[in-house]
């Protein structure tokens, strides 16, 4: 059976388009060379319009107005001058001409200095990722390094900023181990100094390494947007937490993503332990959620190393006291057991005849420690009680009484917490320098970034509980008597300050009058802090006078 000839318009429809295409390419090449000039003109008049735009942008705004000022004097002039539109539009032509004669360059591949940082990157994890037995292996010494890495990305410098790496599927991904072995050559290989994050989808046998800008250290002290029994520990970055706070960074209001611990009856983690080096700014974490709990709580504030951070808080309502020395210490703590050991008696009275929780035992009490092993120290020497001890029932029964543990301590003198305090405190915080191995031992687990050698007071990381590990940076609270302190710091942690009562202030202004010393110690004057013991149904602890 003979074939029958395909149509005409079949057969040369595969001409017919190559020809169109041929017409259409030759018709936009001499387009191109008729309007070059208009496009080089254009292309000068957006150069010139954006880095006006940059230049105004950069501009004082007292400067602003002296600058308008000035360029309508030169258009005035401009324009009555003999021809001088004419001119004008001639010189902002050439310019544009001259300013947008050379074509800007489209980057569409690495350069050689990134290919052979890619390359030099693939051979150091050849050894990593690749076994004797295997047949076509994915990493070999002098192979395409292409195969393995998918996506990159380089900044300014030529480091990388972005790499997506596809291992072998016999690769051990489940050891710690050798995930940490992996992270810690990515991040010698890619350059030091940044912070990288990694990302490993076992699933899919991939690794995705991206380097993390630094979180914003503007935010200060102010009244978050909480609802009762939440406290803001800092915030993170914006794909770690789904919820968002407004507000104030410097001079400009904002969401921000908060690091929020909640606290209360039914809270899984109830009290908190943060760890840290000198200057880390653990007493400042502290003294942000003081200034949070005073909002519906009361205070016990114990400072073991006695040099007044927590001065500005004495005498203020909701403060029960602010202790110093250890005797103090010794008995603001037993105090605190026992209204406990109250408060659980008293609601489960209440619950047994069929009445709500008195008032009394429903108002949180916060107990916050800062270098109890200090106190523990002393304590030792003079054969006395270590405060810890008093921490036992506070720590085992809070959650069920509204009492609420923090403490603080250094990484040098975290061994010397009691047994209590690190099984109980299961929120978790570390602040400052750390390496992986410190962070792991406090949070349980190690980052899944690379800590950075220098950080600023206030950064680190959080865990409450079994969740995933954050990055964190604590609002800027830093103590308003301290000379150091800025006055827009200074000014946003006593704004959250309730004032205080009058003679307190009274007393405290005339010690500061008659030379005393800036380090407050003791505890509140018994007719600052009956009031409020009254209206926690306690009886109020006698003043014990300052040690030493």
């Known amino acids: 059976m003979a074939r029958r000839p395909l149509p005409r318009i079949l057969s040369s429809s595969s001409a017919s388009i190559v020809r169109s295409r041929e017409i259409a390419r030759t018709a936009a090449d001499s387009a191109t060379d008729v309007l070059h000039p208009l496009i080089t003109i254009s292309r000068g008049l957006r150069l010139i319009i954006a880095a006006l735009r940059g230049k105004w942008a950069a501009t004082p705004k007292e400067r602003r107005s002296p600058a ?10 401009v324009a009555l001058i003999p021809y001088g539109p004419l001119l004008a539009l001639i010189t902002v032509m050439g310019a544009a001409g001259w300013k947008g004669r ?23 994890l050849v050894p990593y990722f690749s076994v004797p037995e295997d047949p076509n292996p994915l990493f070999a010494h002098g192979g395409e390094w292409d195969r393995a ?18 291992y072998p599927a016999y690769f051990t991904d489940g050891e710690a181990d050798a995930r940490a072995r992996i992270e810690q050559l990515l991040h010698a290989k890619s350059g030091r100094g940044r912070e990288y994050h990694f990302a490993w989808d076992q699933e899919g046998n991939q690794l995705d390494l991206s380097v993390l800008g630094a979180l914003p250290t503007s935010i200060a002290a102010q009244r978050f947007v909480t609802s009762p029994g939440e406290t803001v520990l800092g915030f993170t970055d914006a794909d770690a937490v789904q919820r968002r706070v407004p507000v104030i960074a410097g001079e400009e209001s904002q969401d921000a993503p908060p690091v929020i611990w909640r606290t209360g009856p ?14 880390a700014g653990t007493t ?25 951070e927590y001065a500005c808080l004495t005498g203020r309502p909701g403060v029960l006291a602010v202790e110093c020395g250890l005797a103090g210490a010794l008995a603001t703590l037993e105090w605190a057991s026992h209204e406990t050991e109250r408060r659980l008696i008293s609601a489960n009275r209440a619950r047994q005849a069929g009445h709500p929780a008195p008032e009394d035992t429903r108002r949180p009490l916060w107990i916050l420690l800062d270098r109890p092993s200090v106190l523990a120290d002393l304590a030792a020497a003079d054969g006395r009680t270590d405060p810890q001890h008093l921490l036992q029932v506070p720590l085992r029964h809070g959650r069920s009484a509204g009492v609420t543990v ?25 602040l400052g320098p750390a390496s992986r191995d410190q962070v792991a031992s406090v949070l349980g687990v190690p980052p899944h970034t690379t800590p950075t050698p220098d950080a600023p007071p206030g950064r680190g990381y959080a865990r409450l509980g079994t969740g995933p590990v954050l990055r964190l940076q604590v609002p800027a609270t830093p103590d308003p008597y301290d000379e150091a302190t800025t006055e827009a710091h ?19 202004m005339e010690k500061q009058t008659n030379g005393g010393e800036a380090t407050l110690t003791g505890t509140v004057p018994p007719e600052a802090a009956a009031p409020d013991r009254a209206r926690a149904g306690a009886a109020p602890v006698e003043a014990v006078p300052a040690e030493g």
Do not use: M, N, W
Request: charged residues 30%; proline residues 5%.
């Open 68 to 77: 308008l000022f000035l360029t309508a004097a030169v258009v005035l002039v």
């Open 102 to 124: 050379e074509k800007p360059v489209v980057k569409t591949g690495p350069d050689d200095t990134e290919l052979a940082r890619l390359q030099a990157l693939y051979e150091a």
């Open 149 to 166: 890495f998918s996506e990159f990305a380089f900044d300014d410098d030529g480091r990388i900023t972005r790499l997506r790496v596809r």
């Open 266 to 279: 039914r809270s899984t983690e109830p009290h908190l332990l943060v760890a840290g080096r000198p200057g």
């Open 284 to 308: 400042t974490l502290l003294r942000s959620i003081a200034l949070q709990a005073l909002k519906d709580g009361d205070l016990l504030i114990v400072e073991g190393s006695g040099t007044g």
């Open 406 to 430: 923090v403490v603080a301590e250094q990484f040098d003198t975290l061994d010397d917490l009691s047994e209590p305090v690190r099984s109980h405190t299961r929120a978790r915080v570390v």
């Open 490 to 508: 200074r000014q946003a942690v006593l704004d959250l300050l309730p004032a205080r009562d009058e003679p307190v202030e009274a007393r405290l």
